[in-house]
């Protein structure tokens, strides 16, 4: 069964950096982009960046471009989100979501989300 | 940027009973290659992860009950609980994928009269 296991959160100060894994099992995980997505406590969903299946392609919030990265390694079945530059409103549970069709078929829905790792940003 | 908006932002419905919850998106969208509207609908209970239950706007995800219905077309967007059951009290999400940044609605809280 697919499974998507977020890890890397903690607690951070303003500023600081935090590395998000997300490791994938039970699909071809070469065949699918993987995307992440936060949602601060007690708030609504907002897409933060998405990596192709091949990472030939990276797309950003513009609330994240330039502080975070996004990458993948495929012989890890891992997908990374790399955080600088922190700031207090990026407190948040990051899940990971399997992107809905392979490969360039359309369809960027959410088929399977992780269980979320929560990063908190303060002094 | 394509904005959601939801209507209501909750409401409270008798076991049974159909519950309706509307997605307005700020410009009309079209997958030009399928001819099908790019619109999820989401539910997240309370400490889990939003489920995917309809994509295309009207396909439900497998697994997903009947009672769930997705409709709607160019700028409005309806999910339907057709009979609410009690699991179904959670806060539903629409999506857009038409195009970055993918956005979500503000949710709708649904609860038992």
């Known amino acids: 069964q697919v499974q998507l296991v977020e890890s890397g959160g903690g607690v951070v100060q303003p500023g600081g950096s935090l590395r998000l894994s997300c490791a994938a099992s039970g699909f071809t995980f070469s065949n699918y982009g993987i995307h992440w997505v936060r949602q601060a406590p007690g708030k609504g969903l907002e897409w933060v960046a998405f990596i192709r299946y091949d990472a030939g392609n990276k797309y950003y919030a513009d609330s994240v471009k330039g502080r975070f990265t996004i990458s993948r390694d495929t012989s890890e079945n891992t997908v990374y989100l790399q955080m600088t530059s922190l700031r207090p409103e990026d407190t948040a549970v990051y899940y990971c979501?399997?992107?809905?069709?392979?490969?360039?078929?359309?369809?960027?829905?959410?088929?399977?989300w992780g269980r979320g790792s929560l990063v908190t940003v303060s002094s | 940027d394509i904005v959601m908006t939801q209507s209501p932002d909750s409401l409270a419905v008798s076991l049974g009973e159909r519950a309706t919850i509307n997605c307005k998106s700020s410009?009309?969208?079209?997958?030009?290659?399928?001819?099908?509207?790019?619109l999820a609908w989401y539910q997240q209970k309370p400490g889990q992860p939003p489920k995917l239950l309809i994509y295309w706007a009207s396909t439900r995800e497998s697994g997903v009950p009947d009672r769930f219905i997705g409709s709607g077309s160019g700028t409005d967007f309806t999910l339907t609980i057709s009979s609410l059951q009690a699991e179904d009290v959670a806060v539903y999400f629409c999506q857009q994928y038409y195009s970055t940044p993918f956005t979500f609605g503000p949710g709708t809280k649904v609860d038992i009269e």
């Open positions: 979501a399997k992107k809905g069709t392979p490969r360039y078929d359309e369809g960027d829905y959410f088929d399977y």
């Open positions: 410009q009309s969208f079209l997958h030009s290659s399928n001819n099908k509207n790019p």
